[in-house]
């Protein structure tokens, strides 16, 4: 199983990024696909979630209407579109696959930086 994300990077106070992150060795459509950071001394958070059945999504309250979290299960990725960027978003992103049958069953990314500054 592997989690790879990619598009980090340093970017100005109102900027953009897109992350993505490419999974393989796992049925990748049946599971919830998320996106977390972690800042220095900070607890890792959620930022955004995809659901595997119907894409229903769900975001963070610090993120909301900034942030679009999308699927592409023909290509095994998921991806961040991050817009009007704050200091605040600096951290390291990390992607997750979750889904819950006989046990949980729950894969992490190697995580991707993010750094806001002027």
């Known amino acids: 199983v592997q989690l790879v994300e990619s598009g980090g990077g340093l970017v100005q106070p109102g900027g953009s990024l897109r992350l993505s992150c490419a999974a393989s060795?796992?049925?990748?459509?049946?599971?919830?696909m998320s996106w977390y950071r972690q800042a220095p001394g900070k607890e890792r958070e959620l930022v955004a979630a995809?659901?595997?059945?119907?894409?229903?999504?769900n975001y963070a309250d610090s993120v909301k209407g900034r942030v679009t979290i999308s699927r592409d299960n023909a290509k095994n990725t998921v991806y961040l579109q991050m817009n009007s960027l704050k200091l605040e978003d600096t951290a390291v992103y990390y992607c997750?696959?979750?889904?819950?049958?006989?046990?949980?069953?729950?894969?992490w990314g190697q995580g991707t930086q993010v750094t806001v500054s002027s």
């Open positions: 060795g796992f049925t990748f459509s049946s599971y919830v």
């Open positions: 995809i659901g595997s059945a119907d894409s229903s999504t």
């Open positions: 997750r696959a979750v889904r819950v049958g006989n046990r949980l069953y729950a894969y």
